[in-house]
Nanobody, 115 residues
Framework: QVHLRESGGGLVQPGGSLRLSCAASGVNFKLYPLHWFRQTPGNEREWVAT???????NYTDSVKGRFTISRNNVWNTGYLQMNGLKPEDTAVYYCNLQAYQRTFWGRGTQVTVSS
């Protein structure tokens, strides 16, 4: 059974930083791309960033230059380093992995950017 567990969310002031983690189990983590999404109330889940199995990265335009996605295949963990946070980054952040012809999500971690 594949499990994803996010952590690292919290309340931060504008301009601050947070590092989200996504711990994976039940899957050969190093073989699969890892994605981060975010969602605000009443809106669809929005793609934020992807890191491939080979560690190539892609970002949605609104976070380019501020967020960095990375992975540690020894620890089966993905990360999202978020710097220069803005109030519009407030959301529940989810990690996502697609394997065995299925899509897996974590439960999410709340990020609130407010003064």
């Amino acid at each position: 059974q594949v499990h994803l567990r996010e952590s690292g969310g919290g309340l931060v002031q504008p301009g601050g930083s947070l590092r989200l983690s996504c711990a994976a189990s039940g899957v050969n983590f190093k073989l699969y791309p890892l994605h981060w999404f975010r969602q605000t109330p009443g809106n669809e889940r929005e793609w934020v960033a992807t890191i491939s199995a080979g560690s190539s990265t892609n970002y949605t335009d609104s976070v380019k230059g501020r967020f960095t996605i990375s992975r540690n295949n020894v620890w089966n963990t993905g990360y999202l380093q978020m710097n220069g946070l803005k109030p519009e980054d407030t959301a529940v952040y989810y990690c996502n992995l697609q394997a065995y012809q299925r899509t897996f999500w974590g439960r999410g971690t709340q990020v609130t950017v407010s003064s």
